[in-house]
């Protein structure tokens, strides 16, 4: 007697799948550079406006700390207590939770649903929805991940560690919350997702700039943070979500590098072509 071939669980077959294009996703993400446009290398090497930039910023973070930060840390006390109250609302926006949360589950659930029996056109959009949505992820993450580790490195007291503000107190190489001030890590998720989806849809560059200009006030005015730790903070998410950006423009994936050297965006799926595809993957 010859008995039909025992099918996989169709749990085992959801995560082979997920297991698969995710892999295949990062494989796409770190393959060799495609472009290599004019004055261009993958690797970013030192240009000179990264370096006048990076001067600059070390020149505000340094001019902050002598100038701003014991002053208008001692002021934000004194502001009143219905302000300080919207603020502390506020501030929890800038944790990248709000971003990374709803995009690390979209992109699982497109993982799981991304297969070779879909039609072509629905393979399509969703490779271009997932490369924005990678992109989004990575961009934001990754400059938060490395403030994350830097500022436990550095050691920076938080305003009122001790009894007083006082912006030159640190622990370095310690775990402890209260000395984890420089650079702010809400500053840092902000202005990265500002950056990065005024990447990607420009029309939205003054909604996410105000958005982050107000979470960096806002750490101040809880003195969760001094003024030179969100001005560097700023700077960290801005220079972290270019270089994803830079990494994707070199594989060719959602951006484009043109002769001059400039990277823009290409165009994404339509809504219509994206609501097409959600129907038939709902219908599968």
Do not use: C
């Amino acid at each position: 007697m010859t008995g039909r071939a025992k099918q996989p669980p169709a749990a085992w077959m959801v995560l082979r799948r997920l297991g698969s294009n995710l892999a295949a996703w990062l494989k796409t993400l770190l393959r060799p550079p495609r472009v290599l446009a004019l004055r261009w290398h993958p690797l970013w090497p030192l240009t000179g406006r990264v370096v006048v930039g990076a001067a600059a910023a070390i020149f505000f973070v340094a001019a902050a700390m002598l100038a701003l930060d014991t002053g208008m840390t001692e002021r934000a006390l004194r502001l009143p207590g219905w302000l300080f109250a919207v603020f502390e609302e506020i501030t929890d926006f800038g944790k990248s939770g709000w971003f990374l949360w709803p995009i690390g589950i979209l992109l699982l659930l497109i993982a799981t649903a991304q297969s070779s029996e879909l039609p072509r056109f629905a393979q399509l959009v969703l490779a271009t929805v997932v490369v924005r949505l990678g992109f989004l992820f990575i961009a934001i993450g990754l400059p938060g991940l490395f403030t994350t580790i830097i500022k436990r490195l550095i050691g920076r007291a938080r305003p009122f560690a001790s009894p007083t503000a006082d912006p030159y107190l640190y622990a370095p190489l310690g775990w402890d919350q209260s000395f984890a001030s420089l650079p702010s890590g809400h500053a840092t998720n902000a202005f990265a997702a500002a950056v990065a989806i005024g990447a990607l849809w420009p029309r939205a560059r003054l909604v996410m700039w105000t958005y982050a200009v107000v979470i960096a006030i806002s750490r101040v005015v809880v003195t969760a943070h001094y003024p030179s730790d969100v001005i560097a903070g700023a700077v960290v998410g801005t220079l972290g979500a270019l270089l994803v950006r830079g990494w994707f423009a070199a594989r060719r994936l959602g951006f484009g590098i043109g002769a001059d050297g400039a990277v823009h965006a290409w165009p994404g799926p339509s809504w219509r072509r994206i609501k097409q595809v959600a129907a038939t993957l709902w219908h599968q």
